[in-house]
């Protein structure tokens, strides 16, 4: 998709966060760090600018389910979320 994309009544879509607010300046850092996995967010996803879309689908980036759900940190220390980022950085690579 190398064309602008304008939505009949929204707008035009801002290529950064690829959602629809106006003339609006954008807010969205799509460097910011997931606050699941950890990695840059890249786009927004449904699940707001502070998750990325894969953790948002509950799969990694390579499209693999997670093997287990994940819970916030004050439901279960943070033993979730600490698996994840270590599974992350596995599939990230050296
Ligand atoms: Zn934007
Ligand atoms: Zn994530």
């Keep these: 998709m190398s064309e602008k994309y304008v939505h009949p009544t929204l707008g035009p879509m801002c290529p950064t966060?690829?959602?629809?607010?106006?003339?609006?300046?954008?807010?969205?850092?799509?460097?910011?760090?997931?606050?699941?996995?950890?990695?840059?967010?890249?786009?927004?996803?449904l699940g707001g600018?502070?998750?990325c879309p894969?953790?948002?689908?509950g799969v990694f980036r390579d499209g693999t389910r997670w093997e287990r759900p994940i819970f916030s940190e004050h439901v279960d220390g943070g033993?979730?979320?600490?698996?994840?980022?270590?599974?992350v950085r596995q599939r990230a690579g050296p």
Excluded: I, K
């Design 79 to 87: 033993r979730s979320l600490r698996w994840l980022q270590a599974e």
């Design 54 to 57: 894969a953790c948002d689908s």
């Design 17 to 45: 966060c690829q959602s629809f607010h106006g003339d609006d300046a954008c807010t969205f850092d799509p460097l910011a760090a997931c606050a699941l996995c950890g990695l840059p967010v890249g786009v927004l996803s």
């Design 49 to 51: 600018p502070n998750v």
